[in-house]
């Protein structure tokens, strides 16, 4: 029994709670929002926890980590909150402003019930007033900036906009606040309830909270058809969870006040006591199918998942051991997955695929002769079509007939059952089908966004112009412009039929517009043109990217999107019809290759997905594909086949190859049946998305089976057997050894995937040094030789340049090589890098020789550059010394002679291909003499950081010359 004193103590702070019981009260508040929101989730995604778990059992358990993870972070949330509350009310003078505002209402109540509506009045014209005039702010500068891309500019012009718009609205406030006022003071004489109602000191914030619902929900209205593209889920939960705070603050209230009264400390005790059952909850539920769940198909699963794994971030690498963290060391920030894996050196740095052994190809060219029966003066049409899904093709078995052309083609021709793109984006398939590589291999120049073909790469249009045919390309979207140079090795490159497609909104996923018709004017054009010529023509068909459109003569299916899709694969399939007509009528038909391709498919909302770009799932990325070979006899292939392959099969075709920088194989022995099918062929996939490529998704599929490694940022596996389940229903991950070889090679390729290149760069012997520089850098590096391809090149070409070096020791891995183009006493730009063979694992005695890429800016200045290299830490340069007197030297740098930049000639001139052919030492007369004053560098062009600034990538110039001043740390080699 309490006593007396204790109950009332009791009584008090039921009536008067303190500071602690106020903010234990929050956390309480927090644990049953989040509860009674995990409830919700779940029930709304409860069939779609199948794709992982489909026992009832598993089920449960999955609701019980959602709710133990969403329990435990709105309790940190809404506890956090409520003590940043209570303290600005406490200990500032907000609480005193807050205090007063509320006795000045009361006191005008007591005195007049009509003045009691001010606030009231005031809430009512505010918000109307504000939020309307920052909507027109907004609808004004939108329209005003749309084609604005000066990145300073547009937040400047939005942020005088905003407070235009506020500082307008705050004098209209007041001057319509009274008008309101008056008339709720007549309103107050109409009814008791109503004046009730109106003087409550709870309406203002209970009406304010109804207006702030109401414009989010016009604004939501109104911007549905782009907002409903988006993966609302997390803001419709996190609503869920503040919409919840309400009853669950009455709720905690109610345990507050029943806990106080049962005895005195029972609070402090219980709210530590329901977070640590949260906690168990979390950590006893949280297996890896159930953690594939929380990520893929809960509103905040991830987010909570993710601050889970963070704090249990031992060595702060960005992964966890556990709750699916995937990091098999977490003592070792070297070590996780994602990271570098270094070859054959005992450890498995990415936690996949053990210690990763070097070789040159993952698997055999197949090239085989070519046989008498095809024409030898073939021509080549290559079709691609934009976000086509195989599954939706009636030659694949769709029970619509959305392709009848494209049916009699593939009677014809060889139709691969199981064609995949490697992508599922087109800024990703179109460079790995005109090159031959895969996306996240091939050679970008990233001075252009979306990044471009390097001048260096191989392309379809060169290899058949090396044929000797007439290549021709018609293009109809922006990112197809010549400035990313997939028109490398087309006569004719025509991209004017960007202009029928636009986006409203600026946003590429939703493009409207329609140019199937115009693509196959020009094709046929171009054939007739042509006709007496060996040609190659590549066509590319938009039309069925989102959004779906009507067009006339053409079936209709519904009005759903996906009927509208597959309205629109009719549509470009008719298009495709009259081109291959035309082929007919000059009698080319059967003189002419042909290959139909999707660059990647659509999600229609399986798995939760709607149209493309960030999944590998089958509906994203498996795509038609089609190739008829004049001569050959018809057939099916259930061998899984990819866009790298197409480059790989017209150079077999036109007797060239095999190349070492094309990565597919070729197919024309399964086109002509000279070799059977390779039964454990496996495709490989590769998605990079987020912030700093922050998203890593690899796939690898064969005949039988699909299987997924989310590498980052939440590590896991998903295997599918597309053999039994095509539309990826149901992971048997854990549970069908079947797949399990598969599983292996996506792990022995992503190891090899992700070698740099030039990795494998020792030397047997020191070689012979046409112009020795020999700089001795620190203690550990001996830069012997550094050779250009040129001694000019244009904006935005690729330059290469060899360095040779001489190990002396090893160094922190932290340590970069520094490469300085400087004009003017300005840095330009830079070709800063880590040797593809880690400092860490030098040697004394060692000599290596690398390649290093780099893409001149297309912001570049014009004119002679001289180009200075060092080893760098932050803003830490090693010294450096020579005994060549023709070497200088200055602020820890060697100067490497000079390169000259020049102004692009037209586009379309024929490709360069750059080889080593000049020593540094030889690309003209030195400009600046021993002892001269030297230029420093200004900054990173591409970063925009000034270089005087500490901790930055390009260092900032020292005085101090010589050896013997520091010495880099050093430690063995694994």
Known sequence: MLSDAERGAAA?????????????????????????????DSLWAWSAFSQFIPQATRKIQAVAYLASAYGFTSALVFGVLTLLVVGLLRWTRLGDLTRALATFHAEARVRSEATGVSVLSFVLTALPIGGGLLGVAFLTASKSLERRHHAGLVVAVAMVAALAAVVLAIPLTFAVARGVEWGLARLLGLHPLVRRLLTSPHTWWIVALLLCFGGGSLVVFKAWKTLSLLNLRPAWIALAIAVLGIPAYAIARTLTRLLTRLRRGALGVAVPVVLIGCLAGVFGFGADDILKVAVAHSGLGAVATRLFQVAGDLDRDGYARWLGGGDCDDGDASIHPGARDIPEDGIDQNCVGGDVELRMRFEDDAYIAVPKS???????????????????????????????????????????????????????????????????????????????????????GEVMRAAGMTTGAFLNYSYFEVVRRMDQGYDSYDNSHESLHGSKSGDPAKTQGSSSKEQSDSAIGYIKKHAHERFHLWVHYYDPHYEYERHEAIPDFGDKDVDLYDHEIRFTDTQIGRVLDELKAEDLYDKTVIIITGDHGEGFGEHGIILHGYHLYAAQTKVPF???????????????????????????????????????????????????????????????????????????????????????????WEVYRIDQDPEEKTDVSGSDSECDWVREK???????????????????????????????????????????????????????????????????????????FIQKDRLDFQGDHSPPRAFSLWEDGDILRYTHELTIPRSARSGVHNVWLGIYRKSDRLDVVSDNSNVLIDDRRIHLGTIEVKTPTPMHRPPQKAQMEAPLGALGPRELKAGAALPRGKGDPETEIPADKEGVENPKPKTVHGLGKRKPKTKAAP
């Open 374 to 460: 095809i024409p030898k003066d073939f021509n080549v049409l290559l079709l691609t079509i934009d976000t086509v899904r195989a599954d939706h093709f009636s030659a694949y078995g769709y029970q619509r007939e959305t392709t009848p052309v494209f049916d009699q083609l593939a009677a014809q021709g060889t139709l691969f059952v199981n064609g995949w793109a490697h992508a599922p984006s087109t800024r990703y398939s179109m460079p790995a089908i005109l090159t031959g590589r895969y996306p996240l291999n091939v050679y970008y120049d990233y001075s252009v966004w979306w990044p471009a073909l390097q001048s260096k790469s191989r392309t379809i």
């Open 626 to 716: 089609l190739i008829r070979v004049p001569g050959t006899k018809p057939s099916r292939v259930t061998m899984p086949v990819s866009h790298i392959d197409i480059l790989a099969t017209l150079a077999n075709l036109t007797e060239q190859g095999p190349f070492d920088d094309v990565l597919g194989r070729s197919l024309l022995d399964l086109i002509t049946g000279a070799e059977a099918p390779d039964d454990d062929r496996v495709v490989f996939q590769q998605l990079a998305f987020g912030t700093g490529d922050s998203n890593q998704i690899r796939a690898a599929a064969s005949e039988k089976c699909h299987v997924i490694y989310n590498v980052s940022p939440n590590p896991s």
């Open 12 to 40: 008090n702070a039921r009536e008067n709670p303190t500071w602690t019981t106020k903010v234990l009260t929050g956390v309480l508040t927090g644990v049953i929002a989040g509860v009674l929101a995990a409830l919700v």
């Open 746 to 820: 996506l792990e022995a390729w992503y190891d090899w995937s992700e070698l740099p290149s030039g990795f494998d760069a020792l030397l047997a012997e020191r070689p012979k040094l046409e112009h020795p520089i020999e700089g001795i850098i620190g203690d550990s590096a001996e830069l012997l030789e550094a050779t250009f391809s040129a001694t000019s090149v244009e904006r935005g070409d690729t330059l290469n340049l060899q360095l040779t070096w001489a190990a002396h020791g090893n160094l922190d891995d932290d340590w970069r090589i520094f490469v300085h």
